[in-house]
């Protein structure tokens, strides 16, 4: 069955570095997403991505964010000077079509000390 | 603005008994309704959504849920918890565009 993959699993930063998050959608999907969840809190809306740009972002996502896809198959999320608050679990999610359901990764957590 | 309220951040029910996690949403338009639900250490599972058509929608598991538009309810049921139902529960909206909105979750506990 296809799924959708996070790299790595668990990553640990000193604030103020860069770190990038990588996930592989599902082949043929088409809309692609980041969402964190903060422990013992909600799961937040970041970004969404299709056809190449931006298609919609949360307060969240400032100008430390960025995505890109970099070729046919991944799609990256990086901060380029993280803080403690950054600390979460960060899930990517694709969907094939816009308002269907998304299929989440696994999650990477991301730990800035 | 749209938004997801979850009653009830924990739930514990014996195993055989009947679950029943509640959602209700906020919009202004039809919804697209979701309910995720997350294993320890996983990612997130979609159980089942509601887009258009039956009020009534089924989804793996066993659960269902049923989208009353008078309610503003999608309430997410079991007839009879099993211990593996045991996760944390999120119901979500979306309201015609890409994104969800979710609702904080649901811890659900299931006793012997």
């Known amino acids: 069955e296809p799924e959708v993959t996070q790299t790595p699993s668990h990553q640990v930063t000193q604030m103020g570095q860069e770190v990038i998050l990588r996930c592989v959608p599902i082949s043929n999907h088409l809309y692609f997403y980041w969402y964190r969840q903060i422990l013992g809190q909600k799961v937040e809306f970041l970004v969404s991505f299709y056809n190449n740009e931006i298609s919609e972002k949360s307060e969240i996502f400032d100008d430390q964010f960025s995505v890109e896809r970099p070729d046919g198959s991944n799609f990256t999320l990086k901060i380029r000077s993280t803080k403690l608050e950054d600390s979460a679990m960060y899930f990517c999610?694709?969907?094939?079509?816009?308002?269907?359901?998304?299929?989440f990764g696994q999650g990477t957590r991301l730990t800035v000390v | 603005a749209q938004s997801v309220t979850q009653l009830g951040s924990h739930v514990s029910v014996s195993e055989g008994a009947l679950v029943l996690l509640r959602c209700n949403y906020s919009s202004s338009v039809p919804p697209y309704l979701f309910w995720y639900v997350q294993y320890p250490n996983q990612g997130l599972q979609l159980l089942l959504k509601y887009t258009t058509g039956a009020t009534l929608v089924k989804g793996i598991n066993g659960f269902e849920a049923e989208f009353k538009k008078s309610e503003t309810s999608f309430h997410l049921t079991k007839p009879s918890a099993h211990m593996s139902d045991a996760a944390e529960y999120f119901c979500a909206v979306s309201l015609r565009t890409d994104k969800l909105i979710f609702g904080t979750g649901t811890r659900l506990q299931v006793f012997p």
């Open positions: 999610a694709s969907s094939g079509r816009a308002n269907t359901e998304a299929f």
